[in-house]
């Protein structure tokens, strides 16, 4: 990755439910075999073009998705086996529940809070991945790169919250292709953009605080396709190189208004 910068948990836990889940198995979406270089372990076109073969449909949406401001309820198709549903008022411990290998994203929500305001994704006895560490009334979306394995969520909160959680499908009616942008405010998980070859990625911050942005693969799990892009603080403006490829969502952690540019080299 090459670089080029422009400028420079306190309360009684009360009520949890837990939603089922529902979804196809299989996101992968079917591609042409050809040669064997239409396609990759991620379920995407190598969009070179020079065989004349098509990929699956794409979106022709030039602005990305974005989760916070998405309805990602119990049955929403942009998620596998549909989400996980929590809600609660004040410190929370919910019962297990399982989770596969890949990208998992959380849109959360707190209601009528003052103090701190945590989600923490634990798996037994291990170490958690923590989603969210913010204070007061708060909401938006996050996402950490997480294995196989029985889950259990550990939420700190002085009010109501609520929160959905699942791992993204990307129908392919949602898959934008570069050039893509994206503008919000405050934390959010925008997508999906297919990627086949080197991208530059720029991005704006018009905030006081922490400004970070990182790109997952849609099968990233453990760190493993997962890229920091920028770590910034208060306003910024730059540009970042990125060699991921496959179908690629970003997570902004900020607290001012942010833009971002996807486009191909």
């Known amino acids: 990755m090459r670089r080029r910068e422009l400028l420079g948990v306190a309360g009684v836990g009360i009520g949890t439910t837990v939603a089922g889940c529902t979804g196809s198995e299989d996101d992968t979406p079917s591609l042409p075999t050809g ?35 998405s ?19 004040g410190s929370t411990v919910t019962d297990e529940f399982s989770l596969g290998n890949g990208l998992t994203i959380a849109q959360f929500e707190h209601r009528d809070g003052t103090s701190n305001f945590t989600i923490d994704l634990v798996a037994g006895e291990g170490f958690p991945d923590q ?14 790169p997480i294995s196989s394995d029985d889950y259990h969520l550990e939420v700190g909160a002085d009010g109501e919250w609520e929160l959905y ?14 050039p893509v942008s994206a ?25 006081e605080s ?11 799990s453990s760190g ?23 179908i690629l969502w970003f997570e902004v952690k900020a607290d001012g208004e942010w833009s971002l540019e996807i486009e191909h080299k």
């Open 131 to 144: 989603f969210v560490n913010d204070i007061g009334e708060v909401s938006g979306a996050a996402a950490e």
């Open 224 to 246: 493993f396709g997962r890229e920091h892009l920028f770590n910034e603080y208060a306003e910024f403006e730059g540009e970042v190189e990125s060699d991921q490829t496959g």
């Open 210 to 220: 922490n400004f970070i942005v990182g790109g997952y693969s849609r099968s990233a």
């Open 35 to 69: 040669d064997g270089s239409a396609g990759n372990n991620d379920g995407t076109a190598d969009g070179s073009g020079d065989g004349g073969t098509e990929g699956p449909p794409r979106s022709s949406e030039s602005e990305l998705l974005s989760i916070a401001e």
């Open 165 to 178: 959680l699942g791992q993204p499908r990307s129908p392919d009616e949602t898959i934008r292709v570069s």
């Open 71 to 89: 309805e990602v309820g119990t049955g929403s198709s942009l998620f596998r086996f549909g989400t996980n549903h929590f809600e609660g008022d």
């Open 183 to 207: 503008t919000g405010e405050g934390q959010d998980v925008v997508g999906p953009v297919e990627v086949y070859e080197p991208i530059m990625v720029s991005a704006t911050h018009d905030g």
